[in-house]
């Protein structure tokens, strides 16, 4: 198995030099063109690098044999900063594609997650991770018969800036092309949206919105469902039709702390890789409520989690709007089989 390692730890070190390239901003500079391939844009991590930080090290590794590549640029740190700046995983086999969602959503498969801007095929997980999945038609398909994709995770650290509007998704979106063009994934390259940051953690701090703004949105099922006028509902609006995952999350008007609320959670897991999820709650029971569909070829997977006592919504209005959420998804996405337990 041939695998290529490269490393630059220091601009100095690295030409040995002194004098000139010895200057932070110069390394800095060096550092920055050399990693992930030249494949980073120069001003998102400018814009993404945390105040008065320098460059320190950039690393590459990629094993062919494995169809995997990785690469990180990291910032001179210490006891209070993460160092870590830029860290990017890309994998083209489906055993690691696999292992990687399951990461993502262990167990009955509830986790936090927010979604990329529409178009982009992807999410933020609940480790704060650019999620992308690219098809790669010029890979063909693998041995049960299933397009061959590209799986590309970007991750920041806890320091960088990635409230700076487009910064993060123009350094995500160009590591993921420029991994399409390693592999020969053919996939068509993804454009970066010119706006919106990324978005505060899902579970700490839930971004949601009156139920009447969510017409137009992923979740505008759910302004037509019948839910009690006298509650004020709220939805986390977490869909994106392109990407592998995606959830509705609505929260009843009975505390102020979402985090205090009644709620329901509607998701949906598009991939074979969803079919391990454990459809089961907290105790290990069976989930009351599941479906599941056949998308592009591949299995899909829905389940509703939701407190058992919520004013005015009993089980059957549960179990309606659950087949409203599931019915909806399948139209979008043009999925077929939908079939429901309930």
């Not at 998308?295 to 209005?317: K, R, T, Y």
Request: net charge neutral; charged share 25%; with cysteine.
């Amino acid at each position: 198995m041939r695998r290529w390692v490269k490393v630059s730890v220091a601009a100095a070190a690295v030409l040995g030099v002194g004098g000139y390239v010895a200057e932070p901003y110069a390394q800095d500079w060096l550092l920055t063109r050399n990693a992930c391939g030249g494949a980073l844009p120069r001003d998102a991590v400018q814009q993404l690098a945390p105040k008065d930080s320098h460059m320190e090290a950039e690393e590459s590794k990629q094993t062919k044999a494995l169809g995997s590549y990785g690469c990180s640029l990291t910032v001179k740190g210490d006891e209070v900063n993460d160092e870590r700046l830029v860290r990017m995983a890309a994998y083209t086999r489906r055993d690691d594609q696999d292992r990687e969602f399951m990461s993502i959503f262990p167990e009955e498969g509830f986790s936090p997650q927010a979604p990329l801007p529409e178009g982009l095929p992807g999410f933020i997980d609940r480790f704060g991770s650019i999620q992308l999945l690219l098809p790669c038609p010029d890979l063909g398909k693998d041995a049960e018969g299933r397009q061959r994709k590209l799986l590309v995770r970007t991750w920041m650290g806890r320091d960088v800036n990635t409230g700076v509007p487009g910064a993060a998704y123009r350094t995500a979106v160009a590591l993921a092309n420029s991994a399409s063009e390693r592999f020969g994934c053919g996939a068509k390259p993804l454009n970066a949206p010119k706006g919106d940051a990324v978005p505060a953690d899902p579970e700490d701090d839930p971004k949601t919105v009156p139920l009447s703004q969510a017409k137009n949105t992923g979740c505008g099922w759910a302004t037509r469902s019948g839910l009690p006028q006298s509650t004020d509902w709220r939805v986390e609006v977490g869909t994106n039709d392109a990407a592998p995952t995606g959830r509705c999350r609505l929260y009843s008007g009975d505390q102020e702390s979402t985090h205090e609320r009644s709620r329901m959670a509607f998701v949906g897991w598009y991939g074979d890789w969803s079919n391990r999820l454990r459809a089961e709650d907290g105790n290990g029971e069976p989930l009351p409520m599941t479906a599941t569909a056949r998308c592009e070829g591949e299995a899909a997977n829905f389940a509703l989690s939701a407190s058992d006592d919520i004013p005015g919504v009993g089980n059957a209005m549960k179990q309606r709007m659950f087949k409203e959420f599931a019915q909806d998804q399948v139209r979008r996405r043009g999925c077929s089989g939908l079939r429901f337990s309930l």
